[in-house]
């Protein structure tokens, strides 16, 4: 299955957070992402099976 835009989003933050060392830096750096919408089981789960 292709990843869609909103799954390479929320990987893309994941990613990112996982790079911070700090709470003060991960305040920084957060953003919510703008998603059309995103589904945990179709959008996340079944690309990483």
Do not use: H
């Amino acid at each position: 299955m292709k990843k869609t835009n909103d799954t390479q989003k929320f990987l893309k933050l994941r990613d990112d957070l996982q790079q911070v060392t700090s709470y003060e830096e991960a305040l920084k750096v957060f953003e919510w992402p703008t998603m059309s919408k995103f589904n945990w089981a179709s959008d996340y789960f079944d690309n990483m099976a």
